[in-house]
């Protein structure tokens, strides 16, 4: 929960998913399946014959041969009426007879435009020894297409024959890893693609040859692809059981929130209807009609509104209140955003009755009533004179009304989605203004909001009654709660010492830093915590979760730079890293404070789901969960007795994440853990997705995908995460990532846990009810929300 360094939907879906992967890959959950490289189980020895004897243990020879049919490379996913819609808007005649296509229009025409380096290699090969950079016909195209498109792979592996001799050498295997790292925007050096060119002719070259031939390679490709597959294919035969029904899963799901926000409204309409029947006895009722009972209603509502909303911004009591199992049982903490979200709807309702309808319908009543009747009525509460219409808009009580909805109009404005995020769908001149900051600013504007209130309180026109004057009595408590807290944490935030023990630069401009842990302070896993530092603003604080484990002697947040605030810091600590300062910019943190994620002790198997930074919840949870499991295995083997908290039985994590460079951010905990996993039983099941490559089974990211597999299983380390977790191509399929929890963990309880944008956070919960209802497991989804 690094709430997206500035504020937590700040990290858009496109900067997640990325834009070259067009469709979505399958989620496998094996570690490595290797292929067949040779024709007969007697020939493979050495590295070849562990790889097939390991594939066949996993899946079976039949599968594979089964499976080598059904899926193919591909060079792209456009069809034919597509490539001729885009040959004609290109194609130009050639003396007044033909059409051609420029060869370096080849890429976009085929729907490769992204690739231009791999469609030219595509061309070169199909071309043979003829010269490719020449005018292509509809004709040539039509025959490149379905060479193409073929279901014979030989076409494909034509692209690694550079020379076009039918000799595929190691220099011709480093150009094309190269080629199809940069295609896939990853980074390989020389000296990688080296080494992954050496181990692919070391496992096929047999007879040191020095070169392949492109049947060789063809076997490397259908394999890889074949491996790929067998855990791909959805799980359609299964009979689902239907225990509970649709509505029985919704009402579990929302049965709190259900609760507290139908509360909210009885006692609302129960205010506005006591406050509607008691003015429409009184004597002004005269004058003003039922246009009173509607304004005095909607007062009534809006003190009790205005005092409601503090309560979920209370952060220290929430945290208290979320240790008491029964309370926490019954009320949705981590709704506490929306909460605020929704009374601030509801202020907006009452404003709207109650400054409308006097405005539009009482003051003009008031100014233009019968004179016999304003005198008989409410004269005195006028001085016996009445006033006009202006005169009215210039009393004490309309004054400060009128304030208090410009300063409330400000601060909602700027709080919603567009504004708070600087959309780029704003004119350029509104987003300099607009950000996070101006919301934070803008939103303290509440100070002067009350203070207006309690004067707009004392300053009735139809009464002098103190025990109406009843604004003070709604707000007295929260105000105080809340003030009570904000002197708290500041007195809090200047107690503990906050000692930088390392700082350090991560690529994508991320900030890691270490933190010496105070003596007292005390934290759960998935808290998060607030920073400030004073070189900044000494008035600004922001929200990182912690992804240090509650066991650690330090605390550790990782700081991805989205915003004004986050790059001012990692330019302040880039700035005292690279001078070698000997001390670092000053650091006050505010916490730890309660979130979604704390829920996961209640599951026995747990769903982790980070998008990019969104993972930082999730860290500090793994490390917990690994620490625990050896704690417990060694008090078991030393016979100590045990007396570690329950927890998951299972906990899998999937991250996706768009930059290759993003897997250090966190590669020595994935390291730990995975060398934790192989000394004991896989407690932790990690996945990475990286959706900067193309989807498995594409050509530009066939050979990169074969290299991933032979250094697998021979080192035990991916290539693109340099750590023992495997790496999958582009988005995950996220309906057989859920078809498989469901066949595994058949009639289980699955806590879903999800940080990221909302777009996904939708089809994730989607997912949860489908297969709740579908299947005999149940899904409870859980999102981050600050």
């Not at 855990?231 to 509970?244: F, G, H, K, L, V």
């Not at 019968?370 to 210039?394: C, E, K, V, W």
């Not at 700035?575 to 026995?604: M, V």
């Amino acid at each position: 929960m690094e709430m997206y360094a500035e504020y937590p939907t700040r990290t858009s879906q496109e900067e997640v998913y990325g834009s070259s992967s067009s469709s979505s890959s399958s989620s496998s959950y094996s570690s490595a399946s290797v292929v067949p490289l040779s024709s007969s189980p007697e020939q493979r020895t050495g590295l070849q014959g562990t790889l097939y004897r390991e594939h066949l243990q996993a899946n079976g020879e039949s599968s594979v041969a089964r499976l080598m049919k059904i899926r193919q490379l591909r060079f792209t996913d456009i069809e034919w009426t597509q490539v001729e819609d885009r040959f004609d808007r290109l194609a130009s005649s050639r003396n007044g007879t033909e059409s051609v296509l420029k060869w370096s229009d080849f890429g976009f025409c085929i729907g490769m435009q992204k690739t231009p380096e791999i469609a030219n290699e595509i061309l070169r090969a199909l071309r043979g020894r003829r010269e490719y950079k020449s005018n292509i016909t509809m004709h040539e195209l039509h025959g490149f297409w379905h060479r193409m498109t073929d279901p014979c792979i030989h076409s494909r592996v034509q692209l690694c024959d550079r020379d076009m001799d039918g000799r595929v050498t190691e220099m011709d295997i480093k150009q094309i890893i190269q080629l199809s790292a940069s295609a896939n925007k990853l980074t390989i050096t020389h000296e990688e693609a080296e080494e992954h060119a050496g181990l692919v002719m070391e496992v096929l070259d047999t007879d040191n040859r020095g070169y392949l031939e492109p049947y060789q390679l063809e076997i490397l490709f259908k394999g890889s692809s074949a491996a790929r597959s067998l855990s791909a294919i959805p799980y359609r035969n299964r009979q689902y059981q239907e225990p509970i029904s649709k509505a029985e899963i919704i009402f579990r799901s929302y049965w709190r929130r259900g609760w507290i926000i139908l509360f909210w409204l009885m006692v609302c309409i129960a205010l506005f209807a006591w406050k509607f029947i008691q003015y429409r006895h009184r004597t002004a009722f005269q004058v003003m009609g039922y246009c009173l009972c509607t304004a005095k209603g909607a007062a009534e509502t809006l003190k009790f509104n205005m005092a409601i909303i503090l309560l979920p911004v209370c952060r220290n009591s929430i945290t208290w209140l979320r240790k008491n199992r029964w309370i926490n049982s019954i009320v949705p903490f981590n709704d506490n955003v929306n909460f605020h979200k929704l009374i601030a709807g509801g202020i907006v309702v009452g404003v709207i009755l109650h400054g409308g309808t006097h405005l539009a319908c009482d003051f003009p009543r008031i100014s233009g009533s019968d004179r016999s009747i304003f005198r008989q009525t409410i004269a005195s509460r006028f001085g016996y004179h009445q006033p006009s219409y202006l005169q009215i808009l210039a009393t004490t009580e309309v004054a400060t009304g009128i304030a208090m909805v410009v300063l409330m109009s400000i601060a909602f404005s700027l709080a919603t989605r567009w504004p708070r995020r600087q959309s780029p769908s704003l004119p350029r001149s509104v987003r300099r203004v607009t950000g996070y900051n101006t919301f934070w600013y803008s939103h303290h504007l509440f100070v002067f909001v009350y203070a207006l209130l309690i004067v707009h309180s004392m300053f009735l026109f139809l009464t002098n009654n103190l025990t109406e004057k009843t604004t003070w009595m709604y707000i007295a408590i929260p105000v105080l709660l809340y003030a009570g807290e904000r002197i708290f944490r500041a007195i809090r935030s200047g107690f503990y010492e906050v000692k930088i023990l390392k700082a350090i630069l991560y690529p994508g401009k991320l900030l890691s830093l270490k933190l010496h842990k105070a003596e007292g302070f005390s934290h759960k896993n998935g808290m998060y915590i607030f920073l400030q530092c004073p070189q900044i603003s000494p008035f600004e604080w922001h929200p990182f979760s912690l992804t240090s484990g509650s066991r650690d002697d330090f605390l550790s947040v990782h700081i991805r730079t989205l915003g004004d605030w986050s790059y001012q810091l990692y330019s302040l600590f880039q700035e005292a890293i690279l001078t070698g300062a000997k001390e670092y910019p000053k650091i006050y943190i505010d916490g730890p404070y309660g979130s979604a994620s704390q829920d996961y002790i209640k599951y026995d198997i747990l769903v982790l789901i980070g998008l990019g930074i969104g993972v930082t919840p999730f860290i500090s949870i793994i490390k917990d969960i690994d620490d625990g499991v050896q704690k417990t295995q060694f008090d078991q083997v030393g016979s100590r007795e045990c007396s570690i908290t329950k927890g998951p039985l299972k906990t899998y994590l999937y991250w996706v994440t768009r930059e290759q460079s993003s897997f250090e951010w966190f590669r020595d905990v994935l390291k730990e853990i995975s060398k934790a996993n192989r000394k004991q039983s896989a407690v932790i099941e990690m996945h990475n997705f990286l959706t900067s490559v193309h989807e498995e089974g594409n050509v530009r990211s066939a050979l990169i995908s074969a290299v991933q597999a032979l250094h697998f299983a021979k080192n035990g380390i991916d290539i693109l995460s340099q750590t023992p977790v495997w790496t999958h191509f582009a988005r995950p399929n996220w309906f057989n990532v859920f078809s498989k929890l469901a066949r595994t963990h058949g009639g289980a309880q699955i806590g879903v846990f999800y940080c990221g944008p909302s777009a996904l956070a939708r089809e994730l919960e989607r997912l949860c009810t489908k297969f709740s209802t579908k299947t005999n497991t149940r899904f409870v989804f859980h999102k981050e929300n600050y």
